[in-house]
C-alpha cells in the first residue's frame, strides 16, 4: 500500500499534469490558431526536460494525462454506437494504457541501470545507492545512466503502437517549431537535453539548435486542374436510407460543378457513398458517365463476395478502379483482439457487425501523368502507407465520428508530419472538417 500511495503524491500528479500539457499544447494552439515555431520549440523542448529529469512516480502522470490530452475525443464515437455509459470507462482505458506505457519506460530504465552499475562496481555505496533507490530516497532518476536509458525509451515510443493504434509519437511536438522530426534531430534534442540534466548546466540545452529545420520560405505551386471535395454529412445522418438521395445529389452536384471550372480531377471523401458502390449499377452509370469528362476519385463500400471493404473508387473514362484500404482502425473497423474476444466484442458492443477486411497490398494509381498513392483516413497516418516514398497521395477521410474535437488537427499535424518526411505531397478530402493539402512542409486550405 505504501508503494501504490507513493504514486498519489500531489507533487508528482501536479508535475506529471504540467509536462502532459507541455507537450500536448502544439495540438491545441494549432487547432484554434495560436501555434507558432517560437512557443512550440520552447514548449517542447521545457517539457521533454522537465520528463526526462523526472521519477517515474512523474512519468505515470505525465502518460496518463498526455493519453488524455491526445486521444481523449476517441471516446465520442462511443456516442454514435448509443453506448454513453462507456465514454468514461473508455477514457480511464485510454489513460492508463498510456501511463503504464510511460512508467514502464522509467522503471526499467533505472532497475536496469541499477543492475549495470552493480555489475560494474560492487563497492558499497553502490549497494546503498541501490537500498534508497528502493526507498524512494535518492535522485538515481537524474543519473546519466537512467537519463540515457529515458531517452532511448522516448526515442523509440513511435515504433510502439497498443493494439496497433500509433498516432503517439513524440518528435510530433516539432512539427510545427524550429526544430525538425527526423529521427537524427530528435536525437540531438534528447542528448542536448540529457547533458544539462545531468551537468546541471541549463545552458546545455541551447544544443538543440544543431536539430535547427528551416521553415518553408515560398508558398508551394498546387495543382489548378484537381478539386478536393468537403462534405458536411453527419455520421448519424449518412447511413439513413431515406436521406442518401438528398446528400447523393449533392455530391453530383458537386461533381458537375468541377466539370464546368475545367478540372481534370475532383476527389470526394471515404465513404462519402456508403453503400456497395459496386453492387449499385444505378450509381455506377450516373458517376461513369461523369468520368467521361473528368476523373473522379471516391470513397465506398466494395463487396468482394460476403467480404466488405473500405475502399476508393477511381472512375476515369475507360475504366474503373477499386484500392480496397490497407491499415484498418483498430476497434472501428478490425477487432485487434483474439477471436474468441473479438467475437464477443463485436457481437455486444457492435450488433454482430462483422469486421472490414484489408486488402493486403498498397495500391498506387495513375492519372494524366502523376502517380499517386491510395490511403484512407487513418491508414495515411501510419508509416506503412509511404513505403517507397510515394511523391504524390490522394487521402480519404471522415471525421464525423470525433467532432466537435481536436482530432482533426492531430490527424494534419502527423500528415503533415509524414510530408515533411517523406517529401510526400498529400491532397486530402474530408467529411465534416475542411479539406486541405499538404505540400513542402505547408498546408493549405483548399476552400
Known amino acids: ?65 498526455i493519453g488524455v490530452f491526445w486521444f481523449w475525443w476517441i471516446i465520442l464515437s462511443f456516442k454514435h454506437y448509443q453506448m454513453p455509459w462507456a465514454i468514461p470507462i473508455g477514457l480511464l482505458v485510454i489513460a492508463y494504457i498510456y501511463g503504464l506505457l510511460f512508467w514502464i519506460i522509467a522503471y526499467v530504465s533505472e532497475k536496469l541501470s541499477l543492475l549495470l552499475t552493480a555489475r560494474c562496481n560492487k563497492k558499497a555505496f553502490h549497494r546503498k545507492a541501490y537500498q534508497h533507490a528502493s526507498s524512494g530516497q535518492s535522485d538515481l532518476h537524474s543519473s546519466l545512466p537512467v537519463l540515457i536509458l529515458k531517452g532511448l525509451g522516448l526515442f523509440s515510443m513511435s515504433y510502439i503502437h497498443p493494439f496497433g493504434f500509433d498516432w503517439l509519437k513524440p518528435e510530433l511536438v516539432f512539427v510545427e517549431s524550429y526544430l525538425g ?14 547533458l544539462a540534466l545531468w551537468k546541471s548546466r541549463p545552458y546545455y540545452l541551447f544544443l538543440v539548435i544543431l536539430a535547427y529545420q528551416p521553415l518553408p520560405k515560398t508558398v508551394p505551386a498546387v495543382d489548378t486542374t484537381l478539386q478536393i471535395i468537403s ?32 478540372k481534370k480531377l475532383v476527389v470526394l471523401p471515404e465513404s462519402v457513398f ?6 449499385s449499377q444505378e450509381l455506377i452509370d450516373k458517376l461513369e458517365a461523369r468520368a467521361q469528362k473528368i476523373t473522379i476519385v471516391t470513397g465506398g463500400l466494395f463487396a468482394d463476395g460476403t467480404v466488405p471493404h473500405n475502399s476508393a473508387y477511381i472512375f476515369t473514362k475507360d475504366r474503373i478502379l477499386v484500392a480496397n484500404k490497407v491499415v484498418l482502425v483498430p476497434f472501428g473497423e478490425s477487432n485487434p483482439l483474439p477471436d474468441f474476444l473479438s467475437n464477443w466484442v463485436n457481437e455486444v458492443f457492435y450488433d454482430g457487425a462483422v469486421d472490414y477486411i484489408a486488402s493486403a497490398e498498397i495500391t498506387d494509381y495513375t492519372i494524366g501523368e502523376k502517380v499517386y498513392r491510395n490511403a484512407i483516413c487513418f491508414e495515411a497516418t501510419s508509416e506503412k502507407l509511404y513505403q517507397g516514398h510515394p511523391k504524390e497521395m490522394i487521402v480519404l477521410s471522415n471525421n464525423g465520428w470525433f467532432v466537435p474535437s481536436t482530432e482533426p488537427s492531430l490527424q494534419k ?31 493549405m486550405e483548399t476552400e
Not at 536525437?187 to 542536448?192: H, M, P
Open 413 to 443: 499535424l502527423l500528415l503533415l508530419y509524414y510530408n515533411k518526411k517523406y517529401g510526400t505531397t498529400i491532397y486530402h478530402s474530408i467529411n465534416m472538417s475542411p479539406s486541405y493539402l499538404i505540400r513542402d512542409g505547408m498546408v
Open 274 to 279: 456508403p453503400v456497395f458502390i459496386n453492387r
Open 231 to 262: 462534405t458536411a454529412i453527419p455520421v448519424d445522418e449518412k447511413w439513413i436510407d431515406s436521406r442518401q438521395p438528398q446528400h447523393f445529389q449533392s455530391f453530383f452536384e458537386q461533381i458537375d460543378k468541377a466539370i464546368a471550372a475545367n
Open 1 to 65: 500500500m505504501n508503494k501504490i500511495g507513493q504514486y498519489f503524491n500531489t507533487f508528482d500528479i501536479t508535475r506529471g499534469f504540467f509536462i502532459a500539457f507541455l507537450l500536448s499544447a502544439f495540438i491545441y494552439l494549432h487547432h484554434f490558431g495560436f501555434s507558432t515555431p517560437a512557443i512550440n520549440t520552447l514548449l517542447g523542448v521545457l517539457g521533454l526536460y522537465l520528463l526526462l529529469g523526472s521519477a517515474r512516480q512523474s512519468w505515470f502522470w505525465s502518460g496518463l494525462f
Open 181 to 194: 522530426i527526423e529521427k537524427w534531430q530528435f536525437a540531438l534534442i534528447l542528448s542536448a537535453i540529457i
